[in-house]
């Protein structure tokens, strides 16, 4: 099922009984709150799978470092990070960032590949340091990327009804505390709403993205969320 923005901007201003009453919400605020409500939902569902369900494998990524890969533009979460090791793919483990001088020590290596994940915030950019040392066409990296912005009115959201029901009503209650109106029923909706898709979510068996190589790898596979 599918909405468009101003559908979905439409539908919270129903939910929240404001059809009548764009001048106290306009229909730029009410746009925000869309986007907004949508991004909780995307958090919602990565915490139920395990930041699987909308997980993608990032191209061959640029070595900037002895240790340090540069990380998709739109890169959100981390799935995995598997290395090659001769014929096969091992799973890297996650790391303490402030082991840093441990880790790129050769000398200790314990044979498992470990990673963390560093967020650069004067530029914006994430990097991915992989222990030891691997080269780029070794890694294989899975990934959740950022929630999409919808900014014209004919922007959608293709997802299942509940999930846009959920964004809607979420909208409202951001449009209801701006004018501060009572919004019990739409938070009882919404934690009602909530329980219904993580429990789908979670029910459902999401197996890993379509792989653009051969992944046989031996060991499980970690998931982990910065």
């Keep these: 099922m599918n909405k468009t923005l101003s559908q979905l901007r439409e539908g919270a201003r129903l939910r929240a009984d404001m059809i009548h009453d764009s001048g106290a919400v306009g229909d730029s605020e009410v746009n925000q709150y869309v986007n907004e409500a949508y991004h909780e939902l995307y958090d919602l569902i990565t915490v139920a799978d395990e930041a699987r369900l909308f997980a993608v494998n990032a191209t061959i990524p640029p070595q900037v470092g002895d240790h340090s890969f540069r990380l998709p533009y739109n890169f959100y979460r981390m799935v995995s990070v598997?290395?090659?090791k001769n014929d096969h793919y091992v799973a890297a483990i996650p790391a303490d960032p402030s082991r840093y001088a441990e880790?790129?020590?050769?000398?200790?290596?314990t044979g498992m590949p470990k990673y963390f994940v560093r967020w650069d915030i004067n530029t914006g950019e994430r990097f991915v340091f992989v222990f030891p040392a691997p080269s780029a066409d070794a890694l294989a990296i899975t990934y959740w990327p950022q929630p999409n912005e919808l900014s014209l009115d004919?922007?959608?959201l293709d997802n299942p009804a509940s999930w846009l029901e959920y964004v809607m009503i979420?909208?409202?209650?951001?449009?209801?505390n701006k004018v501060e109106r009572d919004a019990t029923a739409q938070l009882l909706a919404k934690r009602q709403l909530a329980k219904r898709i993580t429990q789908a979510v979670y029910s459902t068996d999401?197996?890993?993205?379509?792989?653009?190589?051969d992944l046989s790898y031996r060991g499980g596979g970690d998931n982990w969320s910065w």
């Design 103 to 109: 880790l790129a020590d050769d000398s200790l290596d």
């Design 170 to 176: 979420a909208a409202a209650i951001r449009m209801l």
């Design 154 to 156: 004919s922007d959608q």
């Design 206 to 213: 999401f197996n890993y993205p379509r792989v653009v190589r």
């Design 82 to 84: 598997h290395v090659r």
